[in-house]
Nanobody, 124 residues
Framework: QVQLVESGGGLVQAGDSLRLSCAAS????????MGWFRQAPGKEREFVAT????????YVADSVKGRFAISRDNAQNTMFLQMNSLKPEDTADYYC?????????????????WGQGTQVTVSS
């Protein structure tokens, strides 16, 4: 199985940028399609972005489209989430996830492995 560790979260102001990383160990990342999800206090976990195993297919949620971008570097066993023009409503714990299938998915139930999360707080 694969172990996932997120990093890059923090406290920023509205309009700032952050880049989250998800590092994999145990197995090579190129065996998995990947995704980012987030959970704000008192809310359910929601889909943010997903990328195929090869990286040639991506999909992002409407709420972050045009501001967030997902990418991966299989040689470095790492996935990224570039977050620009951050808003207070982006405040949440962000989780990366892996599924042992090549294709993208926006459903959390279709992911097999999860990281512990990294906190992002955006102040107004």
């Amino acid at each position: 199985q694969v172990q996932l560790v997120e990093s890059g979260g923090g406290l920023v102001q509205a309009g700032d940028s952050l880049r989250l990383s998800c590092a994999a160990s145990g197995r090579t990342l190129n065996k998995y399609a990947m995704g980012w999800f987030r959970q704000a206090p008192g809310k359910e976990r929601e889909f943010v972005a997903t990328i195929s195993r090869s990286g040639d297919s991506t999909y992002v949620a409407d709420s972050v489209k045009g501001r967030f971008a997902i990418s991966r570097d299989n040689a470095q066993n790492t996935m990224f989430l570039q977050m620009n023009s951050l808003k207070p409503e982006d405040t949440a714990d962000y989780y990366c996830a892996a599924r042992a299938i090549a294709y993208i998915s926006a459903s959390a139930r279709e992911y097999d492995y999860w990281g512990q999360g990294t906190q992002v707080t955006v102040s107004s």
